[in-house]
C-alpha cells in the first residue's frame, strides 16, 4: 500500500471542455503550495509541462519535506 493503510477511493464524472485543466498531484504540492498558488499557475498559457515543472519547483521552495508528484493536462479540442 502506498502512503498508508488505508485507501477511500473518490469516484465521480465532470464535463470537461476544451481549454480546462486538470491537476493530479499528491500531498507534497498541497502541503507547500496553497490552492491560491496552484490556481496562479494553473490560470496561465503555458504549456503542461512548465506549469508541472513550477508547480513542482514552488513545492520545493516552500520547504518540499515530502515528495512532490504532479500531472497536469489541457484537454484540447476535439478534431474531426
Do not use: Q
Not at 473518490?10 to 498558488?37: A, Q, W, Y
Not at 503555458?46 to 515543472?53: F, H, P, V
Not at 504532479?70 to 474531426?80: F, G, P, W
Amino acid at each position: 500500500m502506498i502512503g498508508g493503510s488505508e485507501l477511500n477511493p473518490s469516484v465521480g464524472l465532470i464535463d470537461l471542455e476544451p481549454g480546462d485543466v486538470l491537476l493530479l498531484c499528491t500531498d507534497g504540492l498541497t502541503k507547500h503550495v496553497s490552492n491560491e498558488g496552484i490556481a496562479e499557475v494553473l490560470g496561465r498559457s503555458a504549456s503542461t509541462e512548465a506549469m508541472s515543472r513550477e508547480l513542482v519547483s514552488r513545492a520545493l521552495e516552500g520547504g518540499g519535506s515530502d515528495n512532490v508528484t504532479v500531472v497536469v493536462a489541457r484537454l484540447s479540442a476535439a478534431t474531426t
